[in-house]
């Protein structure tokens, strides 16, 4: 393979001091406690002895472990794991190092006399692992020089840790957490930084040698996917019983699930008439030759009845053990069928492939019983690593899980995620089940601290190191070649990486990658992917600065000459420019890519896209023309926000309402208003709302702006809807669609047209007149032609609002339905949510489907962190109608109380039936009176809406219940009454365990 025409080469750029590289580095800072105090009392001589002691060891002991020292400063030393080559246990071997120096340390004793309060030398270290620049030192700066914020972590953390502590960080240390006995993670404030950090304080090494076996502890979920792979190892168990010896080798990258696979064959393997044993390979400087079969052996230790081959392993010398353990396996193989398991084979030694091949031939020829399982990683080329799979009988090749199954682990990892989170996380993981396992933990975080994932992308550097390490083994064509696709993007097209690179997609080296689980051919042709978006970012991170600019720049050449032949050029164009601070060019490029994904319904890219072009404004120089730009922008966001708004957005609208006003330009001033109000609408503001409507109405006739003009009555009748001040909105939708409908000839004015025609036709159902709504419903649909368009998710969500009222419940299920599917198709978060509960009630009215409650449940959690409540009365109220009749009595209230908590925000949709099923709580307690009290109510609830379905169903369940007074409806007045607006799908769906229980 040729080395790329681009090579990567170490950061030359004369702003730096020195030449260096930008690498993933773990630090171990370590200190003596107390020296202060023992410098004081210490003769100069012994304490200039001791300083030399410990510098000794630091000198020894950190090379042990695969580190380097760095700087020894005093009675103190800052030691790098990870430099100059990446090991995926750089955090394992750090904290050991840290271990075994507390111990010797604790083993000193200082020269000369001793006070009486000595209680001994100690110290105290903080680790942690991030991307420095790695630069040559000087006798000042030490050996080498770290530039960045990870070293000042390591160092906060050594100083927070108290006299023979070890303070690692979370991300540093990880999973491999397990080798060690560690406190319950903490979070952690540290001088300098704004956000806590999370740490363990290690207090020793752990008797747990697998990552498995933490994994169990923790409490594993279901094993998705791999029913294929699990038939195989049954046949081949099969064959062993069968009297055939078989070898089956399992062959996976990192994370994908190798060990849980065997492991869960195993614990089928427990029902038969089989032994089993179970050994591991390890990469660190600890392990003894033939570690896997030694672990087998001394599992066998409290053997009773064992061959007589079973002492003479256990007492063998070393020279003999291989002969010994053959003896032993072949022995207790005739006696019953065997079953051989190890893990992580491509870490085994010499000696023990070798015994592994001959138990293998042994065994076959004397036709024993006896099926070898072995787990291992593929090689990568270039590396040292013996062929540990040649010689099996089959070997299985275990891919990444299917799209379905990685649906499945996420819907556990993340109960309760939004579709948009999870789709996220499983595009991101690429079906890789650790990478599944440390996305979901990231997102649960983000959604802790109030963050969306892209927010707050995992920052674990113990993974990052898992995946670099990978890279530093490629061969150097290979890296460079991964590190120049990891900058284009994830999707890499072929003619791009040709025109950098020089290399097609058929080159060998390109193959080589797609083979070691890199980069891929992609769905479309004429591109490649990388397998996992993590890997990606991972490789970008770990690419030097500069040279991760010069490629930006090189790249954005190649777009700008492809032109228009390239797919998405805007959006390219804004990325990369931005990637290398061609600041000018980043925002004319995101301005226009966000109007194109505004122009397609592509909300959630519309919105990327203005945010990144404001975000690069701000990189240019502060002039009026800039901030009008600015506020123009931030409009059009705006438009993005309307069905999917959150608080974020409305800070930023806040701004530009603040640019607007220094500029002084009233036009200006009445658009940022007006969006100010609709996106406060969407988030379920709606006093604050009305107020900026207002305002927006006055500045927009001070300017004569009639555009604006005629788009605010549909605004502020929105407003005055979501109130239920129904007469005031009736009137400004009248107006507004009569100016609409006179300009119905632009797309944008459909789109107004149809959404203030939905708003009148819920306004209209809610009142009672369920013809007028539904026709107002067709009008709102024909006026926008796509099926495919966010205001046709809108629609379909009011309409199912409306057939629920009339109780038309399948009607209702399939508008929700389409909602809920056109609201994930563009991104809205708020009809993709709304649109499911809805389904969801109309599924519990119709067929009482158990999964109803879960469902609302998942729709209220995916819209809490958006801060929106816009109508999220709905949501509690039929939750708690579904808790009523479950008997869930708490569940109940909760909900009722979460509705009323609404209402008294203006938000009225949900209200009486709120009371209605307080009611019918009061019943059940047995306490008529308060549930009359609910009654009236669910009645004035209704009243003010000026609802006439709220008041049919309140008649009929005061009647039903048994509760009706004299002047007050009877039980067949109800009926009719609900019969004559067409709502007998109520008279059918009534909760027989409620129904006369008052009489």
């Not at 490649?528 to 930006?552: A, E, N, P």
């Not at 999220?872 to 509705?899: K, P, T, Y």
């Not at 004299?966 to 609900?978: D, F, I, R």
Request: charged content about 20%.
């Amino acid at each position: 393979m040729k080395r790329p025409t681009f090579a990567l080469m170490p950061d030359t750029s004369p702003s730096t001091a020195a030449r260096g590289q930008r690498r993933l580095i773990t630090m171990l800072f370590v200190d003596l406690s107390g020296s202060t105090g023992l410098a004081e009392w210490m003769e100069a001589e012994h304490y200039a002895e001791l300083l030399a002691q410990l510098s000794a060891l630091y000198e020894q002991v950190v090379p042990r472990h695969g580190g380097a020292v760095a700087r020894i400063q005093g009675d103190g030393v800052l030691a790098i794991f990870g430099y100059p080559e990446v090991r995926e246990d750089d955090g394992r071997r750090a904290t050991e190092a840290a271990l075994e120096l507390h111990t010797l340390v604790r083993g000193l004793r200082p020269a000369g006399p001793l006070p009486e309060h000595f209680k001994g030398l100690t110290l105290h270290s903080g680790i942690h692992a991030g991307v420095v620049f790695v630069g040559e030192g000087d006798a000042v700066r030490g050996r080498y020089e770290l530039i960045g914020n990870a070293p000042n972590i390591a160092a906060r953390l050594a100083e927070n840790a108290r006299a023979d502590e070890i303070l690692v960080s979370q991300e540093t240390l990880g999973l491999q957490s397990h080798y060690f006995e560690t406190s319950a993670r903490r979070q952690l404030h540290l001088r300098g930084r704004a956000t806590p950090i999370g740490v363990y304080l290690v207090k020793g090494r752990s008797p747990l040698s697998r990552r498995f076996e933490a994994s169990e502890r923790r409490g594993l979920t279901p094993l998705q996917g791999r029913a294929a792979e699990l038939s195989v190892l049954d046949q081949a168990l099969s064959r062993a019983f069968a009297g055939a010896t078989f070898w089956v080798a399992v062959r996976a990258g990192a994370g994908l699930g190798k060990t849980r696979l065997c492991e869960e064959f195993l614990l089928r393997v427990s029902d038969h008439a089989c032994q089993v044993h179970r050994g591991h390979c390890e990469s660190y400087l600890v392990a003894e030759p033939l570690q896997p079969w030694l672990q087998m052996l001394r599992g066998l230790e409290h053997y009773v009845g064992g061959p007589p081959e079973l002492a003479l392993a256990l007492q063998a010398p070393p020279e003999e053990r291989a002969e010994r353990l053959l003896a032993l396996f072949l022995a207790l193989a005739a006696e019953t069928a065997q079953l051989l398991f190890i893990d992580d084979l491509q870490w085994a030694d010499d000696a023990s492939l070798r015994l592994l091949h001959q138990l293998r031939d042994h065994a076959a020829r004397r036709r024993l019983p006896v099926l070898l399982l072995t787990a291992s990683r593929p090689a990568l080329p270039g590396s040292y690593v013996l062929p540990t799979t040649s010689g099996a009988d089959q070997l299985i090749e275990l891919p990444p899980l299917p799209e379905p199954a990685a649906a499945v682990t996420v819907s556990r990892l993340l109960p309760q995620a939004d579709p948009f989170v999870a789709a996220e996380v499983q595009r991101h993981a690429g079906g890789n089940p650790l990478f599944l396992e440390e996305l979901c933990h990231a997102a649960a975080e983000a959604t802790v601290a109030g963050e969306r994932l892209g927010q707050a992308q995992p920052s674990a550097a113990w993974l990052a190191t898992l995946i670099e390490s990978r890279v530093e083994r490629l061969p150097p064509e290979q890296a460079d070649l991964v590190r120049i696709a990891a900058v284009i993007g994830t999707v890499v097209p072929t003619w791009l990486l040709t025109a950098l690179t020089g290399i097609g997609e058929r080159d060998a080296g390109v193959q080589a990658l797609a083979e070691q689980d890199f980069l891929f051919p992609d769905r479309e042709p004429g591109a490649l992917r990388f397998k996992h978006g993590i890997t990606r970012d991972v490789v970008y991170d770990s690419t030097g600065l500069h040279l991760r600019q010069q490629l930006h720049r090189r790249i954005a050449a190649q777009l700008r000459a492809r032109g228009a032949e390239t797919d998405n050029l805007h959006e390219l164009l804004a990325y990369h420019d931005a990637a290398a601070n061609e600041w000018p060019l980043a925002a004319q490029h995101a301005e226009a890519a966000g109007d194109q994904a505004l122009a397609s319904s592509a909300l959630d890219r519309a919105k990327r896209q203005f945010r990144a072009a404001l975000a690069a404004l701000e990189f240019l120089p502060d002039t009026p023309e800039r901030r009008r730009r600015w506020v123009n922008i931030a409009q059009r966001l705006g438009m993005a926000c309307v069905f999917d708004a959150s608080r974020d957005d409305l800070r930023v609208l806040r701004h530009a309402a603040e640019l607007a006003q220094g500029l002084g330009d009233t036009g200006l001033i009445a658009r940022t208003d007006y969006w100010l109000a609709y996106v406060g609408y969407a988030l379920g503001e709606v006093r604050e709302s009305l107020r900026y409507a207002q305002a927006a109405v006055s500045s927009a006739e001070a300017c004569q702006d009639g555009a604006l003009l005629a788009q605010l009555p549909g605004t502020v009748g929105q407003i005055h809807a979501a109130a239920a001040h129904y007469p005031e909105a009736l009137a400004q939708f009248e107006r507004a669609i009569q100016r609409q409908r006179e300009r119905a000839d632009k797309s944008r004015n459909r789109v107004g047209l149809a959404y203030s025609l939905c708003c009148k036709a819920y306004v209209l159902g809610d009142q009672g007149d369920f013809d007028g709504a539904h026709a107002a419903f067709a009008e709102a649909l024909d006026a926008v032609a796509d099926p495919g368009h966010a205001v046709q998710a809108s629609i379909q969500g009011w309409r199912s609002a409306v057939l629920l009222w009339q109780g038309r419940w399948a009607e209702a299920r399939e508008a929700a339905e389409i909602s809920h599917r056109v609201g994930t198709q563009v991104r809205s978060m708020f009809t993709c949510a709304m649109g499911h509960a809805a389904s969801a009630y109309a599924a519990w009215m119709l067929e009482r489907a158990p999964e109803a409650p879960q469902q609302i449940l998942d729709a209220i959690a995916w819209l809490a962190p958006r801060g929106g409540g816009l109508f999220s009365s709905f949501n509690h109220a039929w939750l708690a109608e579904i808790c009523v009749e479950q008997g869930d009595m708490r569940c109940a209230r909760h909900h009722i109380a979460c509705a009323l908590a609404r209402a008294r925000q203006q938000d009225w949709v949900g209200g009486a039936m709120a009371y209605r099923a307080a009611a019918k709580l009061a019943v059940m307690a047995g306490d008529k009176a308060r549930a009359r009290r609910c009654l009236d109510l669910a009645a004035r609830a209704g009243a003010r809406r000026g609802s006439g379905h709220e008041a049919a169903v309140t008649d009929w369940v005061r009647a039903d219940l048994g509760l009706a007074t004299a002047g007050q409806p009877t039980l067949e007045a109800a009926v009719q009454q609900l019969k004559r607006l067409g709502m007998t799908g109520f008279l059918s769906a009534r909760a027989p365990a409620l129904s006369g229980s008052a009489r």
